[in-house]
């Protein structure tokens, strides 16, 4: 839990039956936060940014996509359960999974996996990517850090909804042919801006288990810019350099150019199965009695499970003071009335809470009728929460999560693509 972040000022307290408990992180969609329902389920609950709420395109494609979504079965998967689409701002609440992203493995607390552990990665996901496909959905942005890593293998999040940002961009405008995703994790369609089908999935997935086995992305970071890298995503051939012998067959597979040459999920499984012999490769082998991942990991998910229990509801925000005044008196007989009787508090149940109630109104001594129940504090309400944000968000491991860019659009034939795609300064002519 140690990407668990208190809430602010102006984080909402409860969304829906969910009571916020601390900020999980923020992308280019929204919040997300650790929540508990009324009857104790741990919930992710993302709300979406309030301009993005503001724009009915992206309304219209949020409402099908959640819809979608829920649909979505299978064990490797965080399932939507609940979500209000017409709110003012709308929220999804998908299970919580008690597990590092595969980014926070693989970049601070472990390294690249072993080739064991790789294989049964690439089996739990092509798994998931079954169940998403079968709902109709394609995940569009399957990245490191949308792949959550727990003790009986690994679970797929955020599947289909960034499809809802395909046709916003800054300002609130919509445009064709955008792409959406995170640079370093799409397909050639998708930085072409054609059209996604399930095999883009498979493709992102090759890219995800390449950066599993080494610690690289195959097609190289976004330091040069991102349409570079997108250029290499498009027209070059990965770096699998470093990839496990076994494991390189499956992932130049699932990283070819054609969609229509890459394996289905149902061929990953096989071939995944192959690689290891003797099943080692199946899911199923995730949780067997031997752990899939390293034994540094498997303690480091242990002590995380456990603090996920110690996790307490914020405290309520403090209301004004009641105020405070003498007793009301007739002028004259105050000296010569005697000490009012303590007032009689009836007990409540928690976590009601009682005003400070005054000594009754006195008369020569004596009370005037019986005295009222004392009525509890009005609460303040809530400050409006909004989202003064600035610069991209995500958790892309470079600093790029899930952008919407410009497609990149290839060389007219008869002309060298890298003469006309590099600006002229760049070239040596």
């Given at each position: 839990?140690?990407?668990?972040?208190?809430?602010?000022?102006?984080?909402?307290?409860?969304?829906?039956?969910?009571?916020?408990?601390?900020?999980?992180?923020?992308?280019?969609?929204?919040?997300?936060?650790?929540?508990?329902?009324?009857?104790?389920?741990?919930?992710?609950?993302?709300?979406?940014?309030?301009?993005?709420?503001?724009?009915?395109?992206?309304?219209?494609r949020?409402?099908?996509?959640?819809?979608?979504?829920?649909?979505?079965?299978?064990?490797w998967?965080?399932?939507?359960l609940?979500?209000?689409t017409?709110?003012?701002?709308?929220?999804?609440?998908?299970?919580?999974?008690?597990?590092?992203?595969?980014?926070?493995v693989?970049?601070?607390d472990?390294?690249?996996?072993?080739?064991?552990?790789?294989?049964?990665?690439?089996?739990?996901?092509?798994?998931?990517l079954?169940?998403?496909?079968?709902?109709?959905?394609?995940?569009?942005?399957?990245k490191?850090?949308?792949?959550?890593?727990?003790?009986?293998?690994?679970?797929?999040?955020?599947?289909?909804?960034?499809?809802?940002?395909?046709?916003?961009?800054?300002?609130?405008?919509?445009?064709?042919?955008a792409?959406?995703?995170?640079?370093?994790?799409?397909?050639?369609?998708?930085?072409?801006?054609?059209?996604?089908?399930?095999?883009?999935?498979?493709?992102?997935?090759?890219?995800?288990?390449?950066?599993?086995?080494?610690?690289?992305?195959?097609?190289?970071?976004?330091?040069?810019?991102?349409?570079?890298l997108?250029?290499?995503?498009?027209?070059?051939?990965?770096?699998?350099?470093?990839?496990?012998?076994?494991?390189?067959?499956?992932?130049?597979?699932?990283l070819?150019?054609?969609?229509?040459?890459?394996?289905?999920?149902?061929?990953?499984?096989?071939?995944?199965?192959?690689?290891?012999?003797?099943?080692?490769?199946?899911?199923?082998?995730?949780?067997?009695?031997?752990?899939?991942?390293?034994?540094?990991?498997?303690?480091?998910l242990g002590?995380?499970?456990?603090?996920l229990?110690?996790?307490e509801e914020?405290?309520?925000?403090?209301?004004?003071?009641?105020?405070?005044?003498?007793?009301?008196?007739?002028?004259?007989?105050?000296?010569?009335?005697?000490?009012?009787?303590?007032?009689?508090?009836?007990?409540?149940?928690?976590?009601?809470?009682?005003g400070?109630?005054?000594?009754?109104?006195?008369?020569?001594?004596?009370?005037?009728?019986?005295?009222?129940?004392?009525q509890?504090?009005?609460?303040?309400?809530?400050?409006?929460?909004?989202y003064?944000?600035?610069?991209?968000?995500?958790?892309?491991?470079?600093?790029?999560?899930?952008?919407?860019?410009g497609?990149?659009?290839?060389?007219?034939?008869?002309?060298?693509?890298?003469?006309?795609?590099?600006?002229?300064?760049?070239?040596?002519?």
């Amino acid at each position: 839990m140690g990407n668990l972040e208190g809430l602010r000022s102006d984080d909402p307290r409860v969304l829906g039956a969910y009571r916020l408990l601390g900020r999980l992180g923020a992308g280019g969609m929204g919040r997300v936060y650790l929540a508990r329902s009324d009857r104790g389920r741990t919930v992710a609950v993302k709300l979406v940014h309030q301009e993005l709420a503001g724009q009915e395109e992206f309304r219209r494609r949020f409402r099908a996509e959640v819809r979608a979504a829920r649909q979505v079965g299978g064990e490797w998967t965080a399932p939507v359960l609940d979500a209000d689409t017409e709110a003012d701002v709308p929220w999804v609440a998908t299970g919580y999974i008690a597990g590092p992203a595969l980014r926070q493995v693989v970049d601070q607390d472990f390294g690249p996996l072993p080739e064991r552990s790789v294989r049964i990665l690439a089996a739990g996901l092509a798994r998931a990517l079954q169940a998403i496909h079968a709902a109709g959905v394609v995940h569009r942005d399957l990245k490191p850090s949308n792949v959550l890593i727990t003790l009986d293998g690994p679970r797929v999040i955020d599947f289909g909804i960034a499809r809802a940002l395909e046709t916003v961009t800054d300002g609130g405008l919509t445009r064709t042919g955008a792409a959406v995703g995170s640079p370093g994790f799409m397909s050639p369609e998708q930085v072409r801006g054609a059209r996604v089908t399930p095999a883009s999935d498979v493709f992102c997935l090759g890219s995800v288990l390449a950066y599993a086995a080494t610690g690289r992305m195959p097609f190289g970071t976004a330091d040069s810019g991102v349409h570079a890298l997108m250029y290499r995503i498009a027209e070059e051939e990965p770096d699998l350099t470093g990839i496990p012998a076994p494991l390189l067959p499956l992932i130049e597979a699932c990283l070819a150019k054609d969609p229509e040459e890459r394996p289905s999920p149902a061929e990953i499984l096989a071939r995944a199965d192959e690689a290891g012999g003797e099943g080692e490769g199946t899911p199923a082998d995730a949780r067997s009695a031997e752990p899939w991942l390293p034994g540094g990991l498997v303690a480091r998910l242990g002590r995380q499970a456990v603090q996920l229990l110690d996790v307490e509801e914020p405290a309520a925000r403090p209301g004004p003071p009641p105020p405070e005044h003498p007793p009301t008196a007739i002028a004259g007989a105050a000296a010569a009335a005697p000490p009012a009787p303590p007032p009689v508090h009836e007990p409540l149940p928690e976590p009601t809470l009682i005003g400070r109630q005054d000594p009754p109104t006195v008369t020569a001594g004596r009370p005037m009728g019986p005295q009222p129940v004392a009525q509890p504090m009005p609460q303040p309400a809530p400050p409006p929460y909004g989202y003064p944000h600035a610069g991209p968000y995500g958790n892309n491991p470079y600093g790029t999560g899930t952008q919407t860019v410009g497609p990149y659009v290839p060389a007219p034939r008869g002309r060298s693509r890298a003469r006309s795609y590099w600006p002229r300064w760049w070239r040596a002519d």
